[in-house]
């Protein structure tokens, strides 16, 4: 059937050229009869579109000596770069990727990418310290394309892929803050920092023109909400829906647990028994990475089983590993080497679970939900961070895991109290089974389109996760 021009879910001409100027390509033009296929390739370009650009907020880690002395700063001085482009990240979470809700999505990508890589230019020449220091909090600010590719995947992906899908996009997110450490670290080594920001708005704009000819464009979801509306429905799904909260305070235990692991492992290697080197303690971002190509393919599994199940068996999987941690971490390197590499894979099926669980809340609000989730993962790496250094410094490596131990073992807490179909609007219980296998689909997922009356969130049946997830996810 026709749809009306003025319908909220139309796709005029003016729709068909982004920001009114540059054309489409004809192959990524919406068209209501021919669904979009997302296949493995633009699954794989999203993820190297989240690696690209995350890589942002994560070079200036590894430089700071090098800022240091060519600012002329004392180290506090200079700690001032990566403290300022984590609230520039923060705020593009909360005021930015819930537009993904409101307008094109592949605009908004496109825009961002185009204003990081420019004001990367500023960092690669600039000689004053406060423009420096301003720059790098709008980069953070404009960085949050990853977040914007997640949800645009799971819309775009067949209803037997969606999980899987997003694994792929996190994995390579969680790559892009271990690539960018190790790339930064070794140019900077052989040629200077401001080669680094060269080089990062060289892949910046690389990715923007192959993004162009990439990014499909589907309409808007919610015509009928304003920006405010979007923002205000934000805070009402996280204080009204049970299993949207559930999410997000298992996000945020799970990330006080992971930067625990990462940033205490320097303390833990520089000292007794091990006495390693700088470049020894660097390896591991290695070992890390394996462990996040590992990720896929567990995200592959959670497209057959309820994404609960993905959770509460990543939760104790992560138990063993920090157990281990426990046990042996400050005696022999082969405990730390394991955990290494068990903790990076479940951590990573833990955030696929925990974000696909969300998104059963509600599929046309994928944006806004995972905007609170990834301010959730924001909170629990901030948290993470003071409290790992304060506990290991004082209390030892034993007392720091043990923490860690516990924390997981609370995640586990969390889960158990709602059941894997719990209906999203019952704060606790198991009601609708303990049913691990989704059903199997045979139809194609349409391509997403907008909804055809303007969103209310409030007005979300009363439906079990399992339901949901079996309909939509």
């Not at 790339?183 to 162009?212: E, P």
């Not at 993905?310 to 157990?323: E, S």
């Not at 059941?419 to 704060?427: A, E, L, V």
Request: some cysteine.
């Amino acid at each position: 059937m026709a749809t009306a021009p003025n319908a909220p879910n139309a796709m005029g001409p003016t729709h068909q050229r982004d920001f009114g100027v540059l054309p489409v390509p004809i192959w990524l033009r919406h068209q209501e009869d021919k669904p979009l296929h997302f296949g493995l390739f633009l699954n794989a370009m999203f993820g190297i579109f989240a690696c690209f650009t995350v890589s942002n907020l994560y070079y200036c880690q590894p430089i700071l000596g090098n800022l240091a002395s060519s600012f002329g700063i004392s180290e506090d001085r200079v700690s001032n770069i990566p403290t300022l482009v984590q609230p520039g990240y923060a705020g593009g979470l909360l005021l930015v990727t819930p537009l993904g809700d409101m307008v094109q999505r592949r605009q908004l990508i496109l825009l961002l990418v185009l204003i990081s890589a420019s004001l990367t230019i500023g960092l690669a020449i600039t000689r004053s310290l406060v423009v420096f220091e301003v720059i790098t909090f709008l980069v953070g600010f404009t960085s949050c394309v990853p977040q914007i590719l997640i949800p645009l995947a799971a819309d775009l992906a067949p209803i037997d892929r969606k999980a899987g899908a997003t694994a792929i996009v996190w994995a390579a997110l969680m790559l892009g803050v271990l690539f960018a450490r190790v790339l930064s670290g070794v140019i900077t080594n052989f040629v200077t920092y401001r080669a680094v920001y060269w080089l990062a708005t060289g892949l910046q704009f690389a990715v923007l023109a192959v993004a162009y000819f990439i990014i499909p464009n589907v309409p808007p979801k919610n015509l009928g909400l304003s920006y405010a509306g979007i923002l205000w429905s934000m805070a009402k799904l996280l204080v009204t829906h049970p299993l949207l909260i559930q999410c997000a305070l298992c996000m945020i235990v799970s990330n006080i647990c992971f930067t625990n692991f990462w940033v205490t492992l320097t303390f833990l290697l520089l000292h007794a028994p091990f006495h390693y080197s700088s470049l020894d303690i660097g390896l591991f971002g290695l070992l890390g990475m394996l462990g996040v190509l590992l990720g896929p393919f567990l995200g592959r599994i959670l497209d057959f089983i309820y994404p609960w199940w993905g959770a509460v068996a990543a939760d104790g999987a992560l138990l063993v590993f920090q157990a281990v941690m426990v046990i042996g971490a400050g005696l022999n390197i082969a405990p730390v080497i394991i955990a290494t590499l068990g903790l990076d894979v479940f951590r990573q099926t833990t955030a696929v679970s925990l974000v696909n669980m969300a998104f059963a809340v509600d599929p046309r609000a994928r944006s806004r939900i995972n905007a609170v989730m990834s301010v959730s993962l924001f909170i629990g790496q901030m948290i993470g961070t003071s409290a790992s250094t304060t506990v290991f410094l004082r209390y030892g490596w034993r007392a720091c895991y043990g923490m860690a131990l516990a924390l997981t073992g609370l995640q586990g807490l969390i889960l158990l109290l709602r059941g894997p179909h719990c209906p999203k609007g019952r704060w606790f219980g198991c009601a609708g089974g303990l049913a691990v296998r989704k059903p199997v689909h045979t139809s194609p997922a349409p391509a997403a389109t907008a909804s055809p009356e303007p969103e209310k969130v409030e007005d979300a049946e009363d439906a079990g996760e399992g339901e949901i997830g079996a309909k939509t996810v």
